[in-house]
Structure formats: structure tokens, C-alpha cells
């Protein structure tokens, strides 16, 4: 029996990560996001991140995601035969014994440290079982890639991403954004080729994402930023505070200008305290 | 119609069984009804619980509040006691009597880090316990004679009819660096055994982010992350694993493209937490350790 052919017209577009879904779905089959729930802007343009129902399933390639748990969500990924994924070691919760493991060759040969060891990524290759998760509260952030779309993350911001997704970093331009913009030296650079993929961020708190119009600039506290498109640009502003003692003090604010989305997360690290 | 009497309702997450009229399970405060929320892979989710859930132990009740930090509020009848950690009491009537509790072995455990001081709580009265970060209160109802192996520091509060004590976990591994020798544990140096010797007891857990659990049948294995352990049936085995994933080239040298894992060998039930700590040490040069099996990939 062939599969009912679908009327176009009927298809659910998911607010969240724009996909197709099937008009019978509850939740997205891409991003994982309710397909009920309208998109949550706040008066200020910022758009909610959709908490991901408990138990709902991803698909990428030919392999599932499941997003369980709500407090600090697990990724449970169940590969299939072909499918690879990819991520810093640390994050690995639980696999099956037969899940094969690789690293994942970096160019350039510059060398990234965290916590005092190596910056490494590892690779699990299907087919089998792998789950991953987090030190904190937060939410698992879902962004389904297109072909042709760049997307820069927060160093260790990444959970996992699939095989489609090609993996690069970028030294943080600038002196001043290094030592004041509050994220390390890296940014992570995701760029998808000629097939779809997914990559799946972890974010402290609750995320937001906003986008910005051509020549749109807001100012964020560094250390809440998230992921950017890799044409928003990034660069410190000073802002001088004046206490009417010794000339005062000053905080340091990223300003993002567009065009391209801006993903904030509401729990940050303040890079004083780091 | 059915009686109610002739209905029988297993809790699916610690098999207490009653007629199903009460909303919640009195053994370990999940809904009535709640499906076991099981994933594709096996692992059952700490179902959902009520705000307010009411436990029975003995003559008195235990009420978890709030589902962010949840509050476990025992209400004490006379001749109940509970026993506690200190530092996770939130608040007391008055007349609630607390005094230590002795405990074996004291000095090994202040060289562990583990809370030397063991109170104790007496009824009638109310007092509250709870822990300082997000995440979910385990309930786990001992039947008679039952144990159960909890991995240190996750103890929040157990009944008087649950005897403590604590074995070695026999996991560690010890690094080298320069002239400093370095040994580690990662699940600690103890493992606190809960044991219910003569009647039904009740015993909380307080676990970071989310919980799952999973039975493994005899010889079954599973690799987690060995700071994600939360409890297993004292059948259930463990050992050290180290894997190594294949390498085009080899530049970094001292981490030596290594992952840590702790293997559980069935049959029984292990428990797992969604948030872990950073594993210290595992980045060193390992000299030693205990029991471990290696896979190079």
C-alpha cells in the first residue's frame, strides 16, 4: 500500500524552526517544538525558545532524537547505520557498550584547552544508542540547519550536532572582545553543506532569540549570548558609569548588529566571576 | 460495577500495590494512573508527581512540596523518628526533638568528606527537608529485607525503620603528576547502603536535574557516566571501562584520547541523573586503578 499522498496546502508549518510537519503531528519533526503553541514574542521582539514536551522524538537523517526530561534535559540519540553524531566528550551521559568512537581531526592545530584539558571532539557512529546532558538547569535548543546557513555558538554552548553539520571555530577578533566580551577566545562555527542537519544547544536558564534587521544593533550582557547568524556582527561597547568617586567604573556590553538572529540565554556566567 | 475492594493498582515506579482509590501512591507519591514513561532505549523517567503528594511511612506522612526544589514536610506521629543530614533540615515545630545518631567508623567518613553527624528527628510533630539545586526528590519505599546502594551525598532524609550503613565503592584510579600521586573516586570513596531489616521503610533521595532508571537483566551492561551514578540494587555490579576511540593522529599526548566510563552488569536496577559533575582527574596520567576492562575502537 502506498502512503497517502498529503495535500500541501494542509501541512503544519512549526513556528519555531519554520519545518513541514504532517497535519496529524503534535510536535515537530525537525526541531522538536509543540506545533500547538503560538510563537511567544515579548513586547520586545524577543521570541521564547519552545520547551520541548518530555519524550518527544527528532528526526535527522535516519536516525531519532528523543529530548526527555525537563529539569536539565538528555539528548538520547538513536543512531542508525551511516549516521554519525558529534561533541565534547564531557557531555556523554550513558551509551551502549557497541557505540563506536572516534575523534573528529580539527585543523588549523591551535591549540584550545578546557578546564585544563585538551579541546577535543569526539564522534559516535551508528547504529546504537548514546545519550548526552549537562551540568545545569536549562533548556535544549534545537536548531535544525539548512544547506548554506552559517550559525556561530558560545564555545561549549554545543551539545551535539549531526555528521551533515560541518564543524569549524573562530578566534574571536579583537583584543578587547576577547578579554571583555566575556566568551573565551572561540567561537563555534556550524556550517551545513548540500544536506540538511541538526544541531542541538544546551542553554542555561531559558533561551531567547531575536533577529535583527540590517543595521539593528542591541547590547547584551556577554555573558548571556548565545548563538548568532554568522552575519550579525559582534563587538564590545564600553559603557562608562560615573560614581562621583575616582572617575567612576565601567561595564562592558556585546553589541550584535545585524541582519540575523541573536539566541540569549537567561542563567549567564558573568565573565568577572569566571 | 466493581467493588473497589477487588481492584488491585501496581505503581509502576516502586510496585507498591494498593485498590487504586488514592490519587497518589502512598509508597513513593507518583500519580495513580501515570503511565511509566519509558524511552526508546529503556530507561523509565521519574514520573511526574502530584504538588502535595501525601507518603505513608509507619503512623505518619511525608507531603513533597513544589516541583522546582521540592520540600519533603514529614508530619511525625508519636514513636516515628527520621534521620537526616544536618545541613538539609528547612524548618521545625518546636517540640520536634533532634539529637545525633551514632555512627560507626566516624573517623573514615570525616576522611571521605561524608557528613560525620547523623541527627535524628523524634514525633509528633512536623519538620521539613530539603536540598540547594533544582532537581527531583526520589522516593524509594524499602519493602522488608529489601537494600539499596546510593551513591554519597544524595541522602536526604530515611525513616527509622531503615538501617544505614556504608561499603566501599572499590572504584578509583590514581593519577601522576610530576611527584604528586593523586588517588581519585569517582562515585566517592562509600557507597551508602539503606537496608530495611524488619519493616517497611521510606528513604529520599534528593538528585540533581532529572532521574531515570532502567532494570538490567542478568549480564546486561551499560556504560554511563561514572559522576551521573545515582543508586543500583546491591546485585547489580560496577566496574571501570576505559575506551579509546580511534585516532588518525596522536598530538595531545597527555589526556591519551581516552573516555572514562563505568560499566553496570546486571541483574538489577540502576538509577542515573541528568546532571553531573566534571570528573576530576580523568585528564591526568593514570598510574593505577581499580578493576577495569578497555576497548580501543
Known sequence: ?274 | MADRADREYTCPWCGTRTDGSPLSCPGCGVKTDVRAVVTNSGWTQLPGRRDMAKLQFGNSYCQIEGTYVPVADMSLAAGDGVYFAHHVLLWKDPPVQVTTMPLKGAWKRLLAGMPLIMTQAHGPGHIAFSRDAPGEMIALPLSRGQSVDVREHLFLVGTHQVAYDWIDTGIWFQTKSGDETETHYPLGMFLDRFTAPQDHGLLLLHAAGNVFVRELAPGQTILVKPTSFLFKDPSVQMHLHFERPQVSWRSWGAWGERYLWLTLRGPGRVAVQSVFERLEGEHLNIQSHSHATHRQW
Open chain 1, 1 to 274: 500500500m502506498t502512503e497517502p499522498r498529503l495535500d500541501p496546502l494542509q501541512r503544519i508549518r512549526c513556528e519555531w524552526c519554520q519545518g513541514q510537519n504532517e497535519p496529524t503531528a503534535v510536535s515537530c519533526r525537525s526541531c522538536g517544538a509543540p506545533l500547538d503553541v503560538k510563537n511567544l514574542v515579548s513586547d520586545s521582539g524577543w521570541r521564547e525558545a519552545p520547551r520541548i514536551k518530555d519524550m518527544t522524538e527528532i528526526h535527522f537523517g535516519g536516525s531519532t532524537c528523543q529530548v526527555e526530561g525537563e529539569i536539565v534535559p538528555v539528548a538520547e540519540i538513536n543512531l542508525a547505520p551511516g549516521d554519525s553524531v558529534y561533541f565534547e566528550h564531557h557531555v556523554m551521559l550513558w551509551k551502549d557498550e557497541a557505540v563506536p568512537m572516534t575523534l573528529l581531526p580539527l585543523t588549523g592545530g591551535v591549540k584550545r584547552a578546557f578546564a585544563g584539558m585538551p579541546f577535543l571532539i569526539s564522534v559516535a557512529h551508528g547504529p546504537g544508542r548514546i545519550a548526552f546532558s549537562r551540568d545545569a538547569t536549562g533548556e535544549l535548543v534545537v536548531l535544525p540547519l539548512h544547506p548554506g546557513m552559517e550559525l556561530d555558538v558560545r564555545e561549549h554552548a554545543m551539545l551535539v550536532a549531526s555528521h551533515q553539520i560541518a564543524y569549524s571555530f573562530i578566534r574571536i577578533k579583537g583584543l578587547r572582545n576577547i578579554l571583555f566580551g566575556g566568551q573565551g577566545m572561540f567561537m563555534d562555527r556550524f556550517v551545513t553543506g548540500g544536506e540538511p542537519g541538526v544541531l542541538l544547544l544546551h542553554g542555561y536558564g531559558n533561551v531567547f532569540e531575536r533577529t535583527l534587521k540590517a543595521g539593528e544593533s542591541i547590547l547584551l550582557e556577554p555573558g548571556a549570548f548565545l548563538y548568532k547568524d554568522s552575519s550579525v556582527t559582534m563587538e564590545v561597547e564600553t559603557q562608562k558609569l560615573s560614581t562621583g568617586f575616582f572617575g567612576g567604573t565601567s561595564m562592558n556590553l556585546a553589541k550584535m548588529t545585524g541582519p540575523g538572529r541573536v539566541g540569549i540565554q537567561s542563567m549567564y556566567v558573568h565573565h568577572a566571576a569566571e
